[in-house]
């Protein structure tokens, strides 16, 4: 499992400004064979499973802050990362109202299925969280514009 430390940095612009980051080396990067790899491995020992991508012209991955919490780090902080290339699939709940939308819709579904993992689960929690059906009806005849733009649900 490659190994590297790093200091957990802030994103620099709108809306990650509030983000922490691990900045992972390109060499890693280029071993993973991906330039958008799904990765899992431990950061000051605590396990994760995340999703590295290319921002502020470097390749990073964000620390959620119940991460940050349990590897007891915050930003700024110097850490030691072991990060590997996850094999296992990361299948996303959709809620029974927002598949039966994409089953009526194949051009809706195709969108969705090529959204990227963590807005198809954002999009998934966003109407499974709704507590009211009236509120869940309104979000599940927000997601058609939401899916097509590619934008985060309440963006």
Known sequence: MPSFSTQLVPGAKRPYDSWTFVVVPEKIV???????????????????????????????????????SKAKVACGDQVPVFMEVDPDPRPVDVPEEL???????????????GLPPAHRRAWAAYVADAKRPQTRERRVAQAPDGIRSKSFPGA
């Open 99 to 113: 598949q039966e939308l994409l089953d009526a819709d194949a051009e809706l579904a195709k969108r969705f299925a």
């Open 30 to 68: 280029a071993s993973f064979g991906s330039k958008r790899p799904l990765v899992r491995g431990t950061l000051n020992g605590v396990s994760f499973r995340g999703t590295v991508s290319k921002g502020e012209g470097v390749y990073r991955m964000p620390v959620p802050q119940a991460l940050q």
